[in-house]
């Protein structure tokens, strides 16, 4: 939240805009919302007597008021406070706005409070036209130069403010670059760059019918109206969604002075990470820069960029198989070509360090030898590079241990724990070239070629690799979905780089020896052609490409990740247990640091294999056991037996069902055995059978036959059968403990291979759990059966003791307000949130689909209730059934096994509501864990 200053608010009205520049700022790095983030940390350098060149922020409320009165309003109401500090600014730098001798030329720089990379647009150079590009001239002798820095404004300015597409301008260039025969833009003289601005000029003419503006003050205010109207461009609000940013004023503006790495020789332009923003290693400082460049050049991929360091300078010749002495020739570090500028900058990336605490990111610009800086921000990174960085910056002191907890996005973890090549597989496939690792993993997919093929593709479930020339903002969308990124051009801090490391994709980038071209949807690479359609492999760590898949493997565990997992342990109270159904899942979760299991399903305990045969051999007489029991007034099969010892198709029905029931049982007992072994006495929580019927049979006329067959009856029965268990809403229909209370012996069966598995394997902590109760009786009925069978099995097991809980499912909105009657029964619930959602909302899971998306976007819901717990609604149910359960039986243990038990979000509200543990699947056990503790450590921070 912006700071409530009384003198920014009072009075005249809001201040819109703040000074900064040479040890006077008026803003500061806290106030990021109300000056963006670009804005504020500009402010703070200034301050702390870093080299900035001064300027001026209009702040994200003048944004927001710019939507919300109309430009007009908000300029007539801003005209002045602007004036203001454009003056303050030309007395500061001794310059003037728009005129000779030594005119101002400022940048008019986006920056939300939320760093969006390449989002907003940026135009460099404003002030410049026919008046002021003489008195360049004249004042600096470098007429390349001054045509150099206007020529950039035009395109710029034209692109960004006046719309026009900057391909239209990337022709001309193009076309002088081509009859002047020059490779690089560096090559063009004034002469040739003179005739590049008349064409520019042209190409503004015809598009608009208008001259580009000459009138400085004009660009400004256009210029900062194209800002503040970029804020609601598909692009940001694409990105804001991807990044679940939400709740922001708008972006600010900043309007600063120009200082120019195009000036010469002796000029460069660069960006910086204090530490490796892919490993998070701290080897050397790592950057890259361009000698004679300006702006975005470095990350646009125009010429190959140089390193910082000499030492990252010989790894990456190496990395490109270039030899020293190219190198040093071509290729030289900026601490070999400007070993002054180079010293002030590593100086100044140590000071940002210490004062920011974390791993920044920078832009600088070196102007005829004196280094400027124009930003620095948190830098982004990979989840294994913010592990790395957090447990790094707790251990040298700079942050606390739990400050290092709350410096991972526990969704990122999931990044952590993608595969890896099998080295031996990977060993085998064929490289056909090598990249940069951009961002680090491995991908195997299906190579595209532009971001909508990506997007449908993927769509329709196939795995995918991008590939492009570069990746530009357009491309965000298919760079979401696919797999992995593959870019011809660009460097480590291109676009394509930044935001696949944002995202967690692998991505090779600059792989120069791959020649893309889109029309015919094809690459080729040192002889080898690549289609559409064609499978090739990432590895995004050492940059290699592949033809081919290649097989991969789970992540090591140890290491800083080990040690985040550790702290997270230290802090959290929630517990973390794992929604598993087999030892291997068991396995894999347990590796990954479960406490045990909050949901063990049991469908696929009567599906797999010879089972299915069983159960459907049940299934097909339990109707008629049942009726029999009803019509002779009976409820248990050996005395429906003795009423029915003259009716021999009776007999046969019961006999079939006992059957069934006798061969499920050793396989089941096996199952949990084989789970509770791989659990090695952690608690695991059992649900009893839960799906309806018809689930277990075949739809289809093939099946239908099959089983006829198997059965011995018609196919006609079968038929009859499957209607017969026909539901118009089987998700409200016969399922979970109504079918327990229908027929019994299921139950009783498996809670007996629950039993007598628990028995097999010492220490086993079985927990049996009752599902879809809506009201206490149905478990009471469920619970004696379950209580007979552990007398029974100690009795026969000859065991004194036997603990097993017995507890309930809350996902019935039912069992939710009646919690005080169910805790009479059970002694815990686990909140099955996924239903509770469904019931609680009365959303429908299997078709909500259709609609859900649209009511997020239009904030009917925040989020999507069946990802994120829906906190006020379904929420309240679950705290009105903590606060009932309790009432009744003071230490009810209380879970959830929801899909919502991995989300943060949701963990954080289990935290604060008291559950004793979160439930998830295997591969979300790390984000819970640390979920769980950041939760701990907000609630202290308050
Ligand atoms: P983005 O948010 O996309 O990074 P920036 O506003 O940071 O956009 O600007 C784009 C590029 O222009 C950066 O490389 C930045 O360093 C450069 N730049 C911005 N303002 C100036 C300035 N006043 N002088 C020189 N270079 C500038
Ligand atoms: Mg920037
Ligand atoms: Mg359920």
Redesign the pocket.
């Known amino acids: 939240m912006p700071p409530k200053k009384k003198s920014a608010t009072k009075g005249k009205g809001k201040k819109y805009v703040f000074f900064f520049g040479k040890g006077k700022s008026e803003g500061k790095a806290s106030m990021k919302p109300l000056l963006g983030g670009?804005g504020a940390n500009l402010a703070e350098m200034a301050s702390i007597g870093l080299p900035v060149?001064p300027?001026f922020t209009l702040t994200t409320e003048a944004c927001a008021d710019y939507y919300k009165l109309g430009k007009k309003a908000l300029f007539s109401k801003i005209e002045k406070e602007v004036a203001d500090h454009l003056a303050r600014l030309e007395a500061m730098t001794g310059k003037t706005f728009g005129k000779g001798p030594n005119p101002l030329?400022?940048?008019v720089?986006?920056?939300a409070a939320v760093?969006?990379?390449?989002?907003?647009?940026?135009v460099?150079n404003l002030g410049l036209n026919e008046e002021t590009v003489a008195a360049l001239i004249k004042l600096t002798g470098d007429e390349r130069f001054a045509m150099d820095s206007y020529r950039r404004f035009i395109q710029m300015f034209g692109n960004v403010v006046m719309g026009l597409d900057h391909h239209d301008f990337e022709h001309e260039l193009d076309a002088v670059k081509k009859a002047k025969k020059a490779k690089n833009d560096t090559d063009l003289t004034a002469k040739d760059l003179k005739e590049v601005i008349k064409r520019y000029k042209a190409v503004v003419k015809k598009a608009t019918g208008k001259n580009f503006p000459e009138n400085p003050m004009d660009q400004l205010w256009a210029g900062i109206d194209a800002v503040f109207g970029s804020w609601n461009n598909p692009r940001a609000i694409k990105y804001c969604q991807i990044n679940d940013i939400r709740g922001l004023m708008g972006t600010a503006v900043?309007v600063?002075?120009?200082?120019?790495?195009n000036s010469g020789e002796n000029s460069a332009?660069g960006?910086a990470f204090t530490r490796d923003p892919s490993t998070g290693e701290n080897k050397y400082f790592y950057g890259e820069f361009l000698v004679n460049a300006?702006?975005?050049?470095?990350?646009a991929g125009i010429r190959t960029p140089q390193q910082i360091t000499i030492a990252g300078s010989r790894e990456w010749a190496k990395s490109q198989g270039i030899d020293e002495k190219t190198r040093k020739e071509q290729f030289p570090s900026l601490q070999e070509v400007m070993p002054k500028c180079f010293k002030t900058l590593d100086n100044i990336r140590l000071k940002l360090e210490k004062h920011y605490r974390d791993m920044q990111d920078l832009?600088?610009?070196i102007?005829d030898g004196e280094l400027?800086m124009?930003?620095t921000r948190n830098g982004k990174r990979t989840a294994p590079a913010a592990v790395k960085i957090a447990i790094d910056l707790a251990k040298e002191g700079l942050i606390t241990e739990k400050e290092a907890v709350m410096r991972v996005e526990p969704s990122s973890l999931d990044q952590l724990l993608h595969p890896v090549f099998v080295q031996a597989s990977e060993d085998k496939a064929k490289k056909i070239a090598v990249g940069l690792p951009a961002s680090p993993g491995a991908a195997t997919g299906q190579v595209v070629f532009n971001a909508e093929d990506a997007e449908e593709w993927a769509g329709k479930g196939k795995a995918v690799i991008l590939c492009r020339v570069e990746t530009s903002p357009e491309d965000i969308g298919g760079m979401h979905v696919a797999k992995g990124i593959l870019t011809a051009r660009g460097g480590m801090t291109s676009h394509a780089a930044v935001v696949a490391r944002g995202m967690g994709t692998c991505c090779v980038a600059g792989c120069g020896d791959v020649n893309i071209d889109y029309k015919t949807k094809k690459f080729t690479c040192k002889g080898v052609t690549v289609k559409e359609g064609d499978w090739i492999s990432l590895n995004g760590s050492t940059g290699a490409v592949y033809t081919g898949k290649i097989d991969s493997v789970e992540p090591a565990l140890t290491g800083p990740f080990g040690k985040i997992m550790k702290l997270a342990d230290k802090y959290r109270k929630l517990g973390v247990r794992t929604n598993a159904d087999t030892p291997h899942d068991a396995e894999v979760a347990v590796r990954f640091g479960a406490e045990g299991i909050g949901l063990c399903r049991t469908e696929h305990m009567f599906f797999e294999g010879e089972r299915i045969v069983s159960f459907r051999r049940l299934i097909l007489v339990a109707e008629t056991v049942k009726s029999l029991k009803d019509a002779n007034s009976v409820s248990t099969l050996d005395e429906l037996e003795k009423v029915c010892a003259e009716d021999k198709k009776a007999l046969a029905a019961i006999a079939q069902y006992r059957q069934a029931l006798k061969e499920l049982l050793p396989v089941q007992r096996k199952d949990f055995t084989g789970i509770f072994k791989a659990l090695a006495g952690r608690p695991c929580t059992v649900r009893l059978l839960d799906p309806p019927l018809h689930e277990f049979l075949p739809h289809d006329d093939a099946g239908q036959k099959e089983m006829a067959q198997q059965m011995g009856v018609s196919p006609k029965d079968i038929k009859n059968l499957v209607e017969g268990l026909h539901e118009f809403n089987p998700m409200l229909g016969h399922r979970g403990c109504r079918l327990g209370i229908t027929y019994p012996e299921v139950t009783e069966m498996q809670a007996r291979a629950i039993c007598e598995a628990a028995v097999a394997v010492k220490g086993s902590k079985p927990e049996i759990m009752v599902p879809l109760v809506g009201n206490v009786k149905e478990l009471a009925l469920q619970k004696q059966i379950i209580l007979d069978v552990i007398e029974d099995v100690k009795k026969k097991k000859k065991v004194k003791r036997l603990n097993v809980l017995i507890g309930t499912m809350i996902e019935i909105p039912r069992a939710a307000v009646t919690a005080d009657e169910i805790a009479e029964e059970a002694e815990f619930f686990s909140f099955g949130t996924n239903d509770l959602t469904q019931m609680g909302c009365g959303f429908s899971r299997d078709d909500a689909g259709k609609f859900l998306g649209e009511y997020v976007n239009a904030g009917i819901y925040e989020y999507d209730p069946f990802q994120v717990l829906d906190q006020t609604g379904v929420g309240e149910l679950v705290k009105i059934a903590c606060r009932k359960g309790r009432k009744t039986r003071k230490n009810i243990k209380l879970g959830i096994c929801g899909e919502h038990g991995g989300e943060p979000k949701s963990v954080e509200f289990c935290h604060n509501v008291g559950l004793n543990y979160v439930s998830c699947s295997p591969y979300r056990v790390p984000i819970a864990r640390l979920a769980a503790a950041q939760a701990v450590l907000r609630k202290k921070m308050g």
């Open positions: 670009k060149p300027g030329l400022v940048s720089r986006s920056g760093s969006m990379p390449g989002m907003m647009d940026t460099l900043n600063q002075t120009m200082v120019f790495g332009t960006v300006q702006g975005e050049d470095v990350v832009e600088f610009t102007e400027f124009l930003q």
